[in-house]
């Protein structure tokens, strides 16, 4: 498997020069130090590949948050400058797509394959990663323009954003109500174990020392610019 960091470094370099304005929170990446935040909890150890590839999606379905709410203010032809929507889309890149999508496709998929189960959800899954970098491309791409002057280029977002909404919900439930709890059955409990601490390693080398808690906290940066992280704001009155 073709190790990632370089490209990942690459990346939390670039952020972190392009600094002012469009990427910022992104920074929060490269940062060598442990996370300051509140949302952190202490670290329990061991977590099974399961839970870590679960945790992951949780990240994403906050990112699906923040792209409901660019739709949102889409629809209702609200102006945004695009930076918050940049940043998502690049956390979903290189965390959701390079990262733990590439988890799924070197460490799960073969071996349900190899297994002989689950076989065409595999096929299916596979061929929505491959669906949803090219919607990803599309968003990054539209995002980075400084204004959506033309309708037809507020369209074309809108239809990125929402097509990648209706993807990936639908396939992160399947996987983690039936690939996941499926998986512990065709590995040995000692390589299921051994593969929990292997994910954690590569999240640490790709992401820095607790890599998954310093994504959460960019992820919770970008909610707080966009005015959806209070969560009692959810709570109907
Ligand atoms: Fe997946
Ligand atoms: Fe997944």
Redesign the pocket.
Known sequence: MPDLAPNRRDFLQRTSIAGAGLLVPVIAFANPQKPQSSEKEKDSGKISPAED?MR??GV?NRLLLIYDEHLRRLTAKQTFDGSVLASAADIIRHFVEEY??KL?EDFLFPRFRKAGKLVNLVDTLLAQHKAGRVLTAQIRELASLATLKYVSDSDKLGDALRAFLRLYRP??AR?DTVLFPAFRSIVSAHEYDALGEDFEKKEDELFGEEGFFKVVDTVADLEKKLGIYDLSQFTPK
């Open positions: 590839l992951e999606h994403l733990h999508e799924e396939h992160e996987e």
